[in-house]
DNA sequence: ACCTGAACACCGTTCAAGT
DNA sequence: ACCTGAACACCGTTCAAGT
Protein backbone atom coordinates (compact mmCIF):
# COMPACT_ATOMS: atom_id res chain seq x y z
CA UNK A 1 0.00 0.00 0.00
CA UNK A 2 2.01 3.03 -1.09
CA UNK A 3 -0.60 5.77 -0.05
CA UNK A 4 -0.98 5.46 3.61
CA UNK A 5 -4.43 5.48 4.96
CA UNK A 6 -5.12 8.82 5.38
CA UNK A 7 -8.77 10.39 5.03
CA UNK A 8 -12.14 8.49 5.49
CA UNK A 9 -12.91 10.24 1.70
CA UNK A 10 -16.39 11.55 2.62
CA UNK A 11 -18.82 10.27 0.29
CA UNK A 12 -19.91 13.14 -2.70
CA UNK A 13 -23.45 14.40 -1.49
CA UNK A 14 -26.45 14.72 -3.38
CA UNK A 15 -27.18 17.89 -4.58
CA UNK A 16 -29.71 19.68 -2.44
CA UNK A 17 -28.89 17.63 0.53
CA UNK A 18 -27.62 20.79 2.50
CA UNK A 19 -29.14 24.47 2.29
CA UNK A 20 -28.50 27.85 3.79
CA UNK A 21 -30.32 27.21 7.51
CA UNK A 22 -28.94 23.93 7.84
CA UNK A 23 -25.19 25.58 7.38
CA UNK A 24 -26.16 28.23 9.85
CA UNK A 25 -27.55 25.79 12.22
CA UNK A 26 -24.64 24.27 12.37
CA UNK A 27 -22.38 26.84 12.34
CA UNK A 28 -24.51 27.34 15.69
CA UNK A 29 -23.75 24.77 16.81
CA UNK A 30 -20.13 24.79 16.44
CA UNK A 31 -20.30 28.45 17.69
CA UNK A 32 -22.08 26.94 21.04
CA UNK A 33 -19.79 23.66 21.83
CA UNK A 34 -16.84 26.54 22.12
CA UNK A 35 -17.27 29.56 21.13
CA UNK A 36 -18.12 32.38 18.21
CA UNK A 37 -14.31 32.38 17.44
CA UNK A 38 -14.00 29.27 17.61
CA UNK A 39 -16.03 28.90 14.44
CA UNK A 40 -14.17 28.61 11.55
CA UNK A 41 -14.92 27.36 7.72
CA UNK A 42 -12.93 23.88 7.73
CA UNK A 43 -14.13 23.23 10.96
CA UNK A 44 -17.80 24.10 10.13
CA UNK A 45 -17.52 22.14 6.99
CA UNK A 46 -16.32 18.69 9.03
CA UNK A 47 -19.35 19.22 11.30
CA UNK A 48 -21.29 19.39 8.58
CA UNK A 49 -19.97 16.11 6.68
CA UNK A 50 -19.59 18.82 3.49
CA UNK A 51 -16.54 20.32 1.71
CA UNK A 52 -15.56 23.37 2.57
CA UNK A 53 -15.62 25.11 -0.95
CA UNK A 54 -19.55 23.89 -0.52
CA UNK A 55 -20.41 26.59 2.50
CA UNK A 56 -19.15 29.19 -0.32
CA UNK A 57 -22.17 28.60 -2.88
CA UNK A 58 -24.50 29.27 0.30
CA UNK A 59 -22.19 32.15 1.91
CA UNK A 60 -20.08 34.20 -0.39
CA UNK A 61 -18.35 35.28 2.36
CA UNK A 62 -17.77 34.27 5.83
CA UNK A 63 -18.76 37.47 6.87
CA UNK A 64 -22.44 36.91 5.14
CA UNK A 65 -23.05 33.53 7.45
CA UNK A 66 -21.75 35.36 10.84
CA UNK A 67 -24.94 38.67 9.43
CA UNK A 68 -27.46 35.96 9.22
CA UNK A 69 -26.24 34.34 12.34
CA UNK A 70 -26.43 37.53 13.72
CA UNK A 71 -30.04 38.37 12.03
CA UNK A 72 -31.62 35.20 14.26
CA UNK A 73 -30.00 36.05 17.31
CA UNK A 74 -31.60 39.33 17.08
CA UNK A 75 -34.84 37.47 16.40
CA UNK A 76 -34.26 35.79 19.20
CA UNK A 77 -33.32 38.41 21.76
CA UNK A 78 -36.97 40.46 20.75
CA UNK A 79 -38.75 37.26 21.33
CA UNK A 80 -37.20 36.67 24.67
CA UNK A 81 -38.71 39.96 26.28
CA UNK A 82 -42.26 40.01 27.16
CA UNK A 83 -45.12 42.52 26.19
CA UNK A 84 -44.51 45.79 27.37
CA UNK A 85 -46.93 45.45 30.55
CA UNK A 86 -48.98 49.19 31.09
CA UNK A 87 -49.69 48.42 34.21
CA UNK A 88 -46.51 49.06 36.06
CA UNK A 89 -44.98 52.23 37.07
CA UNK A 90 -42.26 53.47 34.48
CA UNK A 91 -39.73 53.37 36.64
CA UNK A 92 -39.89 49.98 37.46
CA UNK A 93 -41.05 48.87 34.08
CA UNK A 94 -37.89 50.31 32.91
CA UNK A 95 -35.90 48.43 35.68
CA UNK A 96 -37.64 45.07 34.89
CA UNK A 97 -36.76 45.35 30.89
CA UNK A 98 -33.58 46.27 31.17
CA UNK A 99 -32.87 43.45 34.14
CA UNK A 100 -34.39 41.04 31.79
CA UNK A 101 -32.16 42.46 28.35
CA UNK A 102 -29.18 41.70 30.91
CA UNK A 103 -30.34 37.82 31.77
CA UNK A 104 -30.99 37.19 27.90
CA UNK A 105 -27.56 38.11 26.77
CA UNK A 106 -25.87 36.55 29.84
CA UNK A 107 -27.66 33.23 29.25
CA UNK A 108 -26.30 33.23 25.59
CA UNK A 109 -22.86 33.90 25.20
CA UNK A 110 -23.27 33.36 21.24
CA UNK A 111 -25.59 35.75 21.16
CA UNK A 112 -23.80 38.14 22.90
CA UNK A 113 -20.59 38.33 21.15
CA UNK A 114 -23.53 38.32 17.65
CA UNK A 115 -25.12 41.17 18.32
CA UNK A 116 -22.82 43.32 21.48
CA UNK A 117 -19.38 42.10 20.19
CA UNK A 118 -18.38 41.40 17.18
CA UNK A 119 -18.61 43.57 14.13
CA UNK A 120 -21.44 41.80 12.13
CA UNK A 121 -24.75 43.39 10.90
CA UNK A 122 -28.00 42.45 10.74
CA UNK A 123 -30.48 43.26 8.01
CA UNK A 124 -33.22 46.00 7.45
CA UNK A 125 -35.94 43.54 9.37
CA UNK A 126 -34.03 42.58 12.08
CA UNK A 127 -33.03 46.58 12.65
CA UNK A 128 -36.76 47.07 11.74
CA UNK A 129 -38.02 44.87 14.61
CA UNK A 130 -35.58 46.18 16.98
CA UNK A 131 -36.81 50.05 16.38
CA UNK A 132 -40.28 48.63 16.99
CA UNK A 133 -39.64 46.99 20.13
CA UNK A 134 -37.47 50.21 21.19
CA UNK A 135 -40.91 52.71 19.71
CA UNK A 136 -42.92 50.70 22.24
CA UNK A 137 -40.69 51.56 25.32
CA UNK A 138 -40.27 55.05 23.77
CA UNK A 139 -44.19 55.38 24.08
CA UNK A 140 -44.53 54.04 27.59
CA UNK A 141 -42.22 57.00 28.72
CA UNK A 142 -43.82 59.23 26.75
CA UNK A 143 -47.00 58.64 28.38
CA UNK A 144 -45.24 59.04 31.55
CA UNK A 145 -44.73 62.51 30.96
CA UNK A 146 -40.92 62.81 28.89
CA UNK A 147 -40.12 64.49 25.96
CA UNK A 148 -39.43 62.20 22.67
CA UNK A 149 -35.90 63.48 22.82
CA UNK A 150 -35.75 62.95 26.71
CA UNK A 151 -37.35 59.36 26.47
CA UNK A 152 -35.18 58.53 23.86
CA UNK A 153 -32.01 59.69 25.98
CA UNK A 154 -33.21 57.85 28.89
CA UNK A 155 -33.75 54.59 26.72
CA UNK A 156 -30.16 54.85 25.62
CA UNK A 157 -28.42 55.79 28.29
CA UNK A 158 -29.69 52.28 30.62
CA UNK A 159 -29.78 50.37 27.36
CA UNK A 160 -25.82 51.41 27.15
CA UNK A 161 -25.29 50.47 30.68
CA UNK A 162 -26.97 47.27 30.72
CA UNK A 163 -25.03 46.37 27.60
CA UNK A 164 -21.40 48.03 29.40
CA UNK A 165 -22.28 45.67 32.30
CA UNK A 166 -22.75 42.03 29.76
CA UNK A 167 -19.93 43.17 27.65
CA UNK A 168 -17.52 43.85 30.51
CA UNK A 169 -18.65 40.27 32.06
CA UNK A 170 -18.09 38.81 29.20
CA UNK A 171 -14.99 40.22 28.30
CA UNK A 172 -13.36 39.12 31.51
CA UNK A 173 -14.38 35.60 31.19
CA UNK A 174 -12.92 35.47 27.47
CA UNK A 175 -9.86 36.45 28.80
CA UNK A 176 -8.59 33.93 31.39
CA UNK A 177 -7.06 36.55 33.56
CA UNK A 178 -7.88 35.74 36.62
CA UNK A 179 -6.79 39.10 37.20
CA UNK A 180 -9.50 39.93 39.42
CA UNK A 181 -10.14 36.96 40.93
CA UNK A 182 -9.93 37.27 44.76
CA UNK A 183 -7.49 34.92 45.54
CA UNK A 184 -4.75 36.68 42.97
CA UNK A 185 -6.05 40.38 44.15
CA UNK A 186 -4.97 39.50 47.58
CA UNK A 187 -1.53 38.95 46.74
CA UNK A 188 -1.55 41.57 43.95
CA UNK A 189 0.67 43.72 46.42
CA UNK A 190 -0.22 44.76 50.00
CA UNK A 191 -3.69 46.92 50.39
CA UNK A 192 -2.41 49.41 53.04
CA UNK A 193 -2.35 52.03 50.99
CA UNK A 194 -6.14 51.57 49.35
CA UNK A 195 -8.23 50.94 52.23
CA UNK A 196 -11.32 51.21 50.52
CA UNK A 197 -10.51 48.93 48.08
CA UNK A 198 -9.14 46.60 50.56
CA UNK A 199 -12.95 46.52 52.34
CA UNK A 200 -14.30 45.01 48.86
CA UNK A 201 -11.22 42.13 48.76
CA UNK A 202 -14.23 39.80 50.68
CA UNK A 203 -16.47 40.46 47.86
CA UNK A 204 -17.71 37.95 45.02
CA UNK A 205 -15.86 38.96 42.06
CA UNK A 206 -14.15 42.28 42.48
CA UNK A 207 -15.42 43.62 39.17
CA UNK A 208 -18.21 44.48 40.42
CA UNK A 209 -20.81 42.45 37.87
CA UNK A 210 -22.80 40.99 40.44
CA UNK A 211 -27.03 40.93 40.30
CA UNK A 212 -26.24 43.79 43.27
CA UNK A 213 -24.03 46.12 41.17
CA UNK A 214 -26.08 45.90 38.08
CA UNK A 215 -29.05 46.63 39.65
CA UNK A 216 -27.48 49.79 42.03
CA UNK A 217 -26.21 51.43 38.74
CA UNK A 218 -29.31 50.62 37.17
CA UNK A 219 -31.64 51.63 40.10
CA UNK A 220 -29.15 55.00 40.06
CA UNK A 221 -30.10 56.10 36.47
CA UNK A 222 -33.80 55.20 36.64
CA UNK A 223 -33.68 57.57 39.95
CA UNK A 224 -31.90 59.97 38.81
CA UNK A 225 -34.51 59.96 35.22
CA UNK A 226 -37.45 60.09 38.16
CA UNK A 227 -35.76 63.60 39.21
CA UNK A 228 -35.07 64.55 35.46
CA UNK A 229 -38.96 64.30 34.82
CA UNK A 230 -39.96 65.56 38.22
CA UNK A 231 -37.89 68.94 37.28
CA UNK A 232 -38.89 68.97 33.42
CA UNK A 233 -42.72 68.75 34.70
CA UNK A 234 -42.24 71.66 37.00
CA UNK A 235 -39.96 73.82 34.86
CA UNK B 1 20.01 34.13 -14.30
CA UNK B 2 17.97 31.42 -12.79
CA UNK B 3 16.10 32.32 -9.83
CA UNK B 4 14.78 35.46 -10.64
CA UNK B 5 15.07 38.44 -8.93
CA UNK B 6 12.52 38.15 -5.73
CA UNK B 7 13.62 39.41 -2.50
CA UNK B 8 15.93 42.08 -1.61
CA UNK B 9 16.92 39.52 1.07
CA UNK B 10 17.77 41.81 4.27
CA UNK B 11 21.19 41.19 5.41
CA UNK B 12 21.60 39.89 8.84
CA UNK B 13 21.63 42.04 11.71
CA UNK B 14 23.76 42.03 14.25
CA UNK B 15 23.11 41.41 17.25
CA UNK B 16 21.65 43.50 20.22
CA UNK B 17 20.12 45.86 17.19
CA UNK B 18 16.56 44.92 18.38
CA UNK B 19 15.20 44.71 21.56
CA UNK B 20 11.84 43.68 23.26
CA UNK B 21 11.30 48.14 23.56
CA UNK B 22 11.62 48.48 20.03
CA UNK B 23 9.34 45.80 19.20
CA UNK B 24 6.58 47.16 21.04
CA UNK B 25 7.18 50.36 19.57
CA UNK B 26 7.16 49.23 16.28
CA UNK B 27 3.56 46.97 17.01
CA UNK B 28 2.15 50.69 17.80
CA UNK B 29 3.24 51.91 15.22
CA UNK B 30 1.30 49.20 13.35
CA UNK B 31 -1.52 49.23 14.85
CA UNK B 32 -1.91 52.87 14.77
CA UNK B 33 -1.51 52.73 11.20
CA UNK B 34 -4.24 50.39 10.62
CA UNK B 35 -5.73 49.11 13.49
CA UNK B 36 -4.97 46.94 16.28
CA UNK B 37 -6.70 43.62 14.62
CA UNK B 38 -4.38 44.04 11.41
CA UNK B 39 -1.21 43.52 13.91
CA UNK B 40 -0.17 40.26 12.35
CA UNK B 41 3.58 39.02 13.50
CA UNK B 42 4.77 39.00 9.54
CA UNK B 43 3.74 42.33 8.95
CA UNK B 44 5.23 43.41 12.21
CA UNK B 45 8.76 42.02 11.34
CA UNK B 46 8.47 43.22 8.03
CA UNK B 47 7.72 46.95 9.57
CA UNK B 48 11.06 46.60 11.87
CA UNK B 49 13.11 44.93 9.25
CA UNK B 50 13.49 41.59 11.07
CA UNK B 51 12.93 38.18 10.49
CA UNK B 52 9.63 36.99 12.22
CA UNK B 53 11.24 34.58 14.54
CA UNK B 54 13.73 37.09 15.80
CA UNK B 55 10.24 38.79 17.84
CA UNK B 56 9.75 35.07 19.60
CA UNK B 57 12.84 35.78 21.02
CA UNK B 58 11.64 38.60 23.18
CA UNK B 59 8.11 37.52 23.09
CA UNK B 60 7.17 34.41 23.36
CA UNK B 61 3.80 34.23 21.94
CA UNK B 62 2.05 36.98 20.17
CA UNK B 63 -0.44 37.45 22.91
CA UNK B 64 2.84 38.33 25.03
CA UNK B 65 3.39 41.33 23.35
CA UNK B 66 -0.17 42.36 23.32
CA UNK B 67 -0.25 42.30 27.27
CA UNK B 68 2.76 44.17 26.93
CA UNK B 69 1.21 46.98 24.58
CA UNK B 70 -1.76 46.84 27.30
CA UNK B 71 0.24 47.66 30.54
CA UNK B 72 1.84 50.26 28.54
CA UNK B 73 -1.24 51.51 27.18
CA UNK B 74 -2.75 51.62 31.03
CA UNK B 75 0.06 53.80 31.98
CA UNK B 76 -0.54 56.25 28.95
CA UNK B 77 -4.44 56.02 30.36
CA UNK B 78 -3.67 56.92 34.11
CA UNK B 79 -1.17 59.58 33.15
CA UNK B 80 -3.52 61.22 31.26
CA UNK B 81 -6.14 62.44 34.39
CA UNK B 82 -5.33 65.16 36.06
CA UNK B 83 -5.39 64.48 39.91
CA UNK B 84 -8.16 64.45 41.64
CA UNK B 85 -9.26 67.88 42.68
CA UNK B 86 -10.69 68.26 46.23
CA UNK B 87 -12.09 71.92 45.97
CA UNK B 88 -15.41 70.51 43.59
CA UNK B 89 -18.46 68.93 44.68
CA UNK B 90 -18.30 65.37 44.15
CA UNK B 91 -21.26 65.46 41.58
CA UNK B 92 -19.33 67.72 39.45
CA UNK B 93 -16.23 65.80 40.11
CA UNK B 94 -17.81 62.35 39.53
CA UNK B 95 -18.84 63.87 35.94
CA UNK B 96 -15.63 65.57 34.58
CA UNK B 97 -13.67 62.38 35.34
CA UNK B 98 -15.69 60.24 33.28
CA UNK B 99 -15.72 62.46 30.84
CA UNK B 100 -12.39 62.61 30.47
CA UNK B 101 -11.86 58.87 30.68
CA UNK B 102 -14.61 58.70 27.57
CA UNK B 103 -12.54 61.62 26.04
CA UNK B 104 -8.96 59.83 26.46
CA UNK B 105 -10.72 56.42 24.85
CA UNK B 106 -11.91 58.06 22.43
CA UNK B 107 -8.88 59.71 21.18
CA UNK B 108 -6.56 56.88 20.93
CA UNK B 109 -8.29 53.89 19.39
CA UNK B 110 -5.41 51.42 19.98
CA UNK B 111 -5.42 51.73 23.80
CA UNK B 112 -9.56 51.56 23.13
CA UNK B 113 -9.16 48.13 21.71
CA UNK B 114 -6.23 47.14 23.86
CA UNK B 115 -7.65 48.27 27.38
CA UNK B 116 -11.50 47.73 26.71
CA UNK B 117 -12.20 45.44 23.82
CA UNK B 118 -9.47 42.84 23.44
CA UNK B 119 -9.32 40.03 25.90
CA UNK B 120 -5.20 41.06 26.37
CA UNK B 121 -4.17 41.37 30.03
CA UNK B 122 -2.05 43.83 32.04
CA UNK B 123 0.46 43.22 34.22
CA UNK B 124 0.25 43.45 38.62
CA UNK B 125 2.09 46.57 38.29
CA UNK B 126 -0.45 48.05 36.05
CA UNK B 127 -3.71 46.71 37.91
CA UNK B 128 -1.60 48.12 41.13
CA UNK B 129 -1.60 51.78 39.46
CA UNK B 130 -5.34 51.45 38.53
CA UNK B 131 -6.64 50.32 41.55
CA UNK B 132 -4.09 53.36 43.40
CA UNK B 133 -6.41 55.67 40.80
CA UNK B 134 -9.70 54.11 41.99
CA UNK B 135 -8.74 54.31 45.32
CA UNK B 136 -8.31 58.19 45.55
CA UNK B 137 -11.75 58.27 43.86
CA UNK B 138 -13.47 56.32 46.34
CA UNK B 139 -12.04 58.40 48.80
CA UNK B 140 -13.22 61.55 47.31
CA UNK B 141 -16.52 59.70 47.49
CA UNK B 142 -16.26 58.03 51.11
CA UNK B 143 -15.50 61.73 52.15
CA UNK B 144 -18.79 62.79 50.95
CA UNK B 145 -20.42 60.54 52.83
CA UNK B 146 -20.67 57.53 50.54
CA UNK B 147 -20.18 54.62 52.72
CA UNK B 148 -16.89 52.09 51.37
CA UNK B 149 -19.80 49.71 49.82
CA UNK B 150 -21.62 52.64 48.00
CA UNK B 151 -18.58 54.82 46.86
CA UNK B 152 -17.53 51.37 45.26
CA UNK B 153 -20.80 50.57 43.59
CA UNK B 154 -21.18 54.31 42.45
CA UNK B 155 -18.39 54.55 40.36
CA UNK B 156 -18.14 51.17 39.46
CA UNK B 157 -21.74 51.77 37.90
CA UNK B 158 -19.85 55.01 36.09
CA UNK B 159 -17.36 53.46 34.87
CA UNK B 160 -19.33 50.61 33.37
CA UNK B 161 -21.91 53.32 31.64
CA UNK B 162 -18.41 55.48 30.35
CA UNK B 163 -16.84 51.92 28.70
CA UNK B 164 -20.07 50.31 27.43
CA UNK B 165 -20.29 54.15 25.36
CA UNK B 166 -17.19 54.39 24.44
CA UNK B 167 -17.20 50.62 23.41
CA UNK B 168 -20.63 51.27 21.57
CA UNK B 169 -18.83 54.24 19.70
CA UNK B 170 -16.04 51.75 18.89
CA UNK B 171 -17.76 48.57 17.30
CA UNK B 172 -20.15 51.10 15.00
CA UNK B 173 -17.30 52.54 13.63
CA UNK B 174 -15.37 49.68 13.14
CA UNK B 175 -18.22 47.89 11.22
CA UNK B 176 -18.39 49.65 8.31
CA UNK B 177 -22.19 49.05 8.61
CA UNK B 178 -24.20 52.20 8.02
CA UNK B 179 -27.00 50.70 9.51
CA UNK B 180 -27.32 54.06 12.11
CA UNK B 181 -26.48 56.55 9.55
CA UNK B 182 -29.06 58.72 8.90
CA UNK B 183 -29.63 58.77 5.68
CA UNK B 184 -29.87 54.94 5.52
CA UNK B 185 -31.90 54.67 7.91
CA UNK B 186 -34.64 56.68 6.33
CA UNK B 187 -35.04 54.01 3.40
CA UNK B 188 -35.24 51.25 6.04
CA UNK B 189 -38.99 51.14 5.82
CA UNK B 190 -42.23 53.52 6.70
CA UNK B 191 -41.67 55.00 10.39
CA UNK B 192 -45.07 55.95 10.27
CA UNK B 193 -45.78 53.16 12.99
CA UNK B 194 -43.22 54.48 14.88
CA UNK B 195 -43.33 57.79 15.75
CA UNK B 196 -41.54 59.04 18.44
CA UNK B 197 -38.34 57.21 16.88
CA UNK B 198 -39.37 58.95 13.32
CA UNK B 199 -38.87 62.16 15.43
CA UNK B 200 -35.14 61.22 16.46
CA UNK B 201 -34.03 60.83 12.34
CA UNK B 202 -32.70 64.72 12.29
CA UNK B 203 -30.41 63.43 14.94
CA UNK B 204 -26.60 63.62 14.67
CA UNK B 205 -26.21 59.72 14.70
CA UNK B 206 -29.25 57.74 15.24
CA UNK B 207 -27.03 55.03 17.68
CA UNK B 208 -27.78 57.78 20.15
CA UNK B 209 -23.22 58.29 20.65
CA UNK B 210 -23.16 62.13 21.04
CA UNK B 211 -21.18 64.58 23.89
CA UNK B 212 -24.98 65.14 24.63
CA UNK B 213 -26.32 61.77 24.85
CA UNK B 214 -23.55 60.40 26.35
CA UNK B 215 -23.28 63.40 29.07
CA UNK B 216 -27.11 63.01 29.52
CA UNK B 217 -26.79 59.58 30.89
CA UNK B 218 -24.00 60.45 32.87
CA UNK B 219 -25.69 63.49 34.61
CA UNK B 220 -28.55 61.07 34.81
CA UNK B 221 -26.38 58.47 37.08
CA UNK B 222 -24.49 61.16 39.24
CA UNK B 223 -28.60 62.69 40.27
CA UNK B 224 -29.68 59.25 41.03
CA UNK B 225 -26.61 58.75 43.08
CA UNK B 226 -27.15 62.07 44.96
CA UNK B 227 -30.43 61.17 46.06
CA UNK B 228 -29.13 57.85 46.94
CA UNK B 229 -26.74 59.96 49.22
CA UNK B 230 -29.41 62.05 50.66
CA UNK B 231 -31.77 59.33 51.48
CA UNK B 232 -28.33 57.90 53.25
CA UNK B 233 -27.90 60.83 55.36
CA UNK B 234 -31.71 60.89 56.15
CA UNK B 235 -31.85 56.74 57.14
C1' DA C 1 -27.53 23.68 -10.24
C1' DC C 2 -25.01 22.11 -6.79
C1' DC C 3 -20.88 19.79 -4.65
C1' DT C 4 -15.84 19.01 -4.44
C1' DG C 5 -10.41 18.64 -3.70
C1' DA C 6 -6.68 21.16 -4.42
C1' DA C 7 -4.54 25.35 -4.51
C1' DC C 8 -3.49 30.20 -2.89
C1' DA C 9 -2.20 33.75 0.26
C1' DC C 10 -2.29 34.63 4.75
C1' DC C 11 -1.52 33.78 9.91
C1' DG C 12 0.89 32.12 14.53
C1' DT C 13 4.56 29.29 15.99
C1' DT C 14 8.63 26.15 15.98
C1' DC C 15 13.02 24.44 14.78
C1' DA C 16 17.39 23.56 13.29
C1' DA C 17 20.66 26.16 12.00
C1' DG C 18 23.68 30.21 11.33
C1' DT C 19 26.95 33.96 13.59
C1' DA D 1 23.39 35.13 23.09
C1' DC D 2 20.95 36.60 19.51
C1' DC D 3 19.15 36.40 14.63
C1' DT D 4 17.35 33.74 10.67
C1' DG D 5 14.77 31.07 6.64
C1' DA D 6 12.14 27.38 6.09
C1' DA D 7 8.72 24.54 7.66
C1' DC D 8 4.22 23.36 10.01
C1' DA D 9 -0.61 23.56 10.97
C1' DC D 10 -4.13 26.51 10.60
C1' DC D 11 -7.37 29.97 8.35
C1' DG D 12 -10.45 32.36 4.55
C1' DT D 13 -11.25 32.13 -0.24
C1' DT D 14 -11.04 30.75 -5.19
C1' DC D 15 -11.06 27.80 -9.06
C1' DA D 16 -11.38 24.37 -12.27
C1' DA D 17 -13.54 20.51 -12.33
C1' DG D 18 -16.83 16.85 -11.30
C1' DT D 19 -22.06 15.15 -11.35
Redo the contacts with the bound molecule.
Keep these: MPGAAA?P???????????ADDIVAGAFEVARRASLD????????EHL???????????????D?LNRMTDLAVNRLIQAFPPVPDDLPWPEFLHDYFKRERTIFRDDQVMCDLVLVSTSTYSKDAARRLFEREESVLARLAGAGFSAENAFRVFNAVSVYTRGMVIHERILQRSKTPTLDTARQRQITDWSSMPLLERMLDRHPLAGTTDEDFEFGLAGLVSGFETLLREQEAG
Excluded at 9 to 19: E, K, L, Q, T
Excluded at 38 to 45: E, I, R, T
Design positions: KARRRRPRGSINQLSMPVLADVGVASIYWYFLKKEL
